[in-house]
């Protein structure tokens, strides 16, 4: 596609459920960012994969977060034993990574968590 | 990794020019500055970027001083469409965005 695309627009779930959002980068970008934003805040970094390397998961808040990057292409973030907490809106973001990138966002996900 | 610093808000009006200051005094070598906007329930959109002096496209204007701890947005001729929060970003993305600048345009 054109753009970033990210699915699902909107996921509500219960406390406890586990959860998976899928972000769909521009085709030929190397890097991909995640970052969660919650209600009035900024961007928060997640987690960040480029090509074929170990991804940077740095800003993972906590174990029950994980992401992979499958064929370099298409992420996935899961939330395990989801907390209401996490309610957020989840962006991702691609580039075609180095220095001086641009990121290109998708338009996020939002999760509610009852 | 370089911090930066902005105001939280800024108001204007229909038609006047729109400045935005961010503080980055930690810059490195290599740092390039970028600013993205974003509007309501939409991610980030990547406005302009610069390394050095002044960059202009067709959305706005990027002003940098030698010494590169600073630079400065400029929205010329804004409209309500422009209201929304601006992010200066400096080095690389593996950064959180800080809050952003709220504009608000009025008519």
């Known amino acids: 596609g054109a753009g970033v695309s990210q699915s699902p627009s909107n996921k509500v779930t219960e406390k406890g459920k586990d959860v998976e959002l899928r972000c769909d980068p521009i085709?030929?970008?190397?890097?991909l960012y995640w970052y969660r934003q919650s209600l009035g805040q900024g961007l928060e970094f997640l987690i960040y994969?480029?090509?074929?390397?170990?991804?940077?998961k740095s800003g993972l808040p906590s174990d029950r977060f994980s992401a992979e990057r499958t064929g370099g292409s298409v992420s996935t973030l899961t939330i395990q034993r989801t907390q209401q907490e996490d309610s957020a809106v989840y962006l991702c973001?691609?580039?075609?990574?180095?220095?001086?990138?641009?990121?290109?966002f998708g338009s996020g996900t939002q999760l509610s968590v009852l | 990794l370089a911090k930066t610093t902005q105001p939280i808000s800024m108001d204007s009006y229909e038609g006047q020019e729109v400045n935005i200051t961010c503080s980055h005094n930690?810059?490195?070598?290599?740092?390039?500055i970028t600013w993205y906007q974003q509007f309501p329930s939409q991610g980030p959109r990547f406005i302009i970027q610069?390394?050095?002096t002044k960059v202009t496209n067709e959305v706005a204007s990027l002003f940098i001083p030698a010494d590169r701890k600073s630079s400065t947005l400029s929205l010329p001729r804004v409209s309500l469409s422009d209201t929304a929060v601006y992010y200066c970003?400096?080095?690389?993305?593996?950064?959180?965005f800080g809050a952003g600048t709220t504009v608000t345009v009025r008519a």
């Open positions: 970003l400096v080095g690389d993305y593996k950064l959180s």
């Open positions: 085709s030929g970008h190397t890097a």
């Open positions: 973001a691609s580039s075609t990574g180095g220095n001086g990138e641009k990121l290109f």
């Open positions: 930690n810059i490195a070598t290599n740092d390039y």
């Open positions: 610069g390394y050095k």
């Open positions: 994969f480029q090509g074929n390397s170990a991804p940077d």
